[in-house]
């Protein structure tokens, strides 16, 4: 097991590591309280009300705000979410990006954000939404931090892709709703 870093902002990161590099990252975020915001769980499916689909919206649109940014599984629940952001290496971004016809060729790199700037978007764009709609202001929607996890390989990926994608049908069984995988 690698050794994690408690930051003096509370935040747990891998020591030496740059979250601005291209990998894949499994993120998980709990409302604020813990409130059962986003709708409920009927007959193992997660039914999203009107403030889960703006959660949905939101993190569709993540990668027109981040160009590098690939969007894998991800699921709402009632009161977190759990989601896996690709950060795509240059190379895979200049092809996506460049294409051919009769654009020329971008003379700039977009600036590369990394997962604490696209997770932090995530959570103030969803609530900015959130507030605006229920009329409270500034009221928190998340709670302070997140969880993170680097995907080291395709087993690691594929079993976390099979955790989000059944998730409400197993929350029942997960006590704090969250896993870890190490």
């Known amino acids: 097991m690698t050794k994690r870093n408690l930051h ?3 935040t747990i990161r891998l020591p030496g590591y740059d ?3 291209a990998g894949a990252y499994f993120v998980t975020t709990c409302t604020s309280g813990r409130a059962n915001l986003f709708g409920e769980i009927v007959k193992n499916e997660m039914r999203l009300n009107v403030y889960g689909r703006m959660v949905q919206e939101v993190w569709n649109g993540l990668p027109g705000h981040y160009p590098h940014v690939v969007l894998d599984a991800f699921v709402i629940m ?10 795509a290496d240059d190379a895979g971004l200049n092809d996506i990006s460049v294409g051919a016809g009769f654009k020329p060729a971008p003379t700039t790199t977009p600036p590369r954000h990394g997962l604490p700037e696209i997770v932090r978007a995530f959570k103030t764009f969803s609530a900015r939404q959130i507030n605006e709609s229920r009329h409270t202001p500034g009221t928190p929607v998340w709670q302070r931090n997140y969880y993170e996890h680097i995907i080291r390989n395709k087993a690691a990926l594929n079993r976390i892709r099979q955790y989000i994608m059944t998730n409400p049908a197993h929350r029942k069984k997960d006590r704090e709703n969250l896993i870890r995988y190490r």
Do not use: A, E, F, K
């Not at 009632?78 to 950060?87: M, R, T």
């Open 78 to 87: 009632p009161n977190h979410i759990h989601g896996i952001v690709v950060l």
């Open 19 to 21: 979250y601005s590099w």
């Open 8 to 10: 003096r902002d509370g």
